[in-house]
Every structure is written in structure tokens, then in C-alpha cells.
């Protein structure tokens, strides 16, 4: 069975203090590592797709790289407007089902 | 370009009603997923439809049911409702079922 566990479950940051948010998975066969945002009462909002070991992918102040076995999600200099849940998903290779399987998110918030 | 829709918005409802909630995709989509969001969780996997047809279920009860119409939006029915069925009903739409899904705002029902 497909898992993916995330940490920490909450994170606290001054504005401009980096971190990252971690994504371990268990899965089969990867197929893809999917990035999300979630704002409180909303849908997730994709960020990323990774497909293979040592792929990386940037989006303002955000960096997601990919391992064999984990994602992470950098957050370089973060704003208060970067507080939100990061949830991470894996699709798994094979049969006819695309499902993605959730981590149970990350909740940052970034203080002014 | 319009993203994902999904109504009603918000829904309440008693022990043991029915309920049917609607997703139409973005434009030129042709898959639809539905998820179950509880409070502090990540979304689970309920339902995924390709071309009208059923590709994957997930473990949720028989009183889950689902269909894709011609113009590929998508009902989701619930049976005999439970208090436990209260969460945020997420739908996402990809253009093939493989590709990255892409949620909609999400519909939020309460049974009491």
C-alpha cells in the first residue's frame, strides 16, 4: 500500500528565515511526487510534479527536489502570504488506477 | 480560463438523507477524481472516471457512487449518510487520468 508521511506537522518562521518541509513515501513504482498548497476552507493548489530521482523544480520562493525515497520542499526567504497547509502526493505506476495518496500536510506559518 | 467548479459550496444535511454533489472540469479535460477531505487530514481518494467509464474506487462504502456525463461533468452520490461523512468534498480534473490534477474550490457538507 502506497504512504506518504510529511514533517513536521507544523512550522513556524520569522519572515525571510529558509527552511524546508519534508515528504517520505513508499510506493511500489513511482509514477509522480505531486507538491500542493492549501489555504484554509480551499482547494489544493498544484505547485509541482516530479518524476525522477534528482529532478528539481522552482517557483518564486519555492524549490522542490526529489529522492528515491523523500521531497523536499525548500521555502527560500518566505512572507507572511507563503502561510498555508503543503501537501505532498504519489501517483503510482501500473493498472488503471491514477489515484493520488496524501500525506497529511504540512502547516507553515510564516510571522511579519 | 475557468478552473475546476463545484456546487453547492456548502451543504447540510440530517442522518440518513441523500446527497448529490456536482464538478464540471476544466475545459478539455476529460478525467474526474473525487477525494475526501476530513479536518487535519489530506485528501483521501474516493472515486476516478476516464470517458464516462469507472478506473479506480477507492475503500469507501457502497453508499459512494459516482458518474461522468458526455460532456465529461461528474455527480457524486451519498446514501444513507453518516455523521462521519462530514468533510470537504474535493473534485479534480486532469486531461488524460495520469496527468496532474487540478482541484476545485471544494463542497463542505455537515450531517447532523
Known amino acids: 500500500e502506497d504512504q506518504v508521511t510529511q514533517s513536521p506537522e507544523a512550522l513556524r518562521l520569522q519572515e525571510g528565515e529558509s527552511s524546508s518541509l519534508n515528504c517520505s513515501y513508499t510506493v511500489s513504482g513511482l509514477r509522480g511526487l505531486f507538491w500542493y498548497r492549501q489555504d484554509p476552507g480551499k482547494g489544493p493548489e498544484f505547485l509541482f510534479t516530479?518524476?525522477?530521482a534528482g529532478e528539481e523544480k522552482e517557483k518564486e520562493r519555492l524549490k522542490a527536489t526529489l529522492t528515491k525515497k523523500e521531497s523536499f520542499l525548500h521555502i527560500t526567504a518566505p512572507k507572511p502570504e507563503d502561510s498555508a497547509t503543503y501537501l505532498c502526493a504519489v501517483q503510482a505506476l501500473g493498472g488503471s488506477n491514477y489515484k493520488l495518496t496524501f500525506g497529511k500536510g504540512t502547516l507553515l506559518t510564516v510571522n511579519p | 480560463d475557468a478552473g475546476v467548479t463545484q456546487s453547492p459550496t456548502h451543504l447540510i444535511k440530517t442522518r440518513g438523507q441523500h446527497v448529490t454533489l456536482r464538478c464540471s472540469p476544466i475545459?478539455?479535460?476529460?478525467?474526474v477524481s473525487w477525494y475526501q477531505q476530513v479536518l487535519g487530514q489530506g485528501p483521501q481518494f474516493i472515486f476516478q472516471y476516464y470517458e464516462k467509464e469507472e478506473r479506480g474506487r477507492g475503500n469507501f462504502p457502497d453508499r459512494f457512487s459516482a458518474r461522468q456525463f458526455p460532456n465529461y461533468s461528474s455527480e457524486l452520490n451519498v446514501n444513507a449518510l453518516l455523521l462521519g461523512d462530514s468533510a470537504l468534498y474535493l473534485c479534480a480534473s486532469s486531461l488524460l487520468p495520469y496527468n496532474e490534477q487540478f482541484f476545485g474550490p471544494g463542497t463542505r457538507l455537515t450531517v447532523l
Open positions: 475545459s478539455g479535460h476529460k478525467s
Open positions: 516530479l518524476y525522477s
